[in-house]
Nanobody, 116 residues
């Protein structure tokens, strides 16, 4: 059984930076996809950044050029570096994990708040 442990997040002023990390433990040693979704108050959950097990990355249009997803070379750990943060980035960020059998798992969520 895969378990996800998130860290990072918090509060930052507009234009600032924050980082998120997600560690996957248990289960198979590789994944089909891993990354981050977010959900702002009153809005649906949306994909932010994903890295596939083959190393392909994709980003939401709203974060392209500002957010960078990366993975540790060996461990199932993904990082999300968030730069030039905007108030619209305020949301609960959820680690996302998809196994090769298409099973999806979610982290517990971590709050990111961008405000003056």
């Amino acid at each position: 059984q895969v378990q996800l442990t998130e860290s990072g997040g918090g509060w930052v002023q507009p234009g600032g930076s924050l980082g998120l990390s997600c560690v996957a433990s248990g289960g198979a040693l590789s994944f089909k996809a891993m990354g981050w979704h977010r959900q702002a108050p009153g809005k649906a959950r949306e994909e932010v950044a994903i890295r596939t097990g083959l190393g392909i990355t994709r980003y939401a249009d709203s974060v392209k050029g500002r957010f960078t997803i990366s993975k540790d070379a060996v461990r199932r750990v993904v990082h999300l570096q968030m730069d030039s943060l905007e108030p619209e980035d305020t949301a609960v960020y959820y680690c996302y994990y998809k196994d090769w059998d298409e099973t999806i798992r979610w982290g517990q969520g971590t709050q990111v708040t961008v405000s003056a």
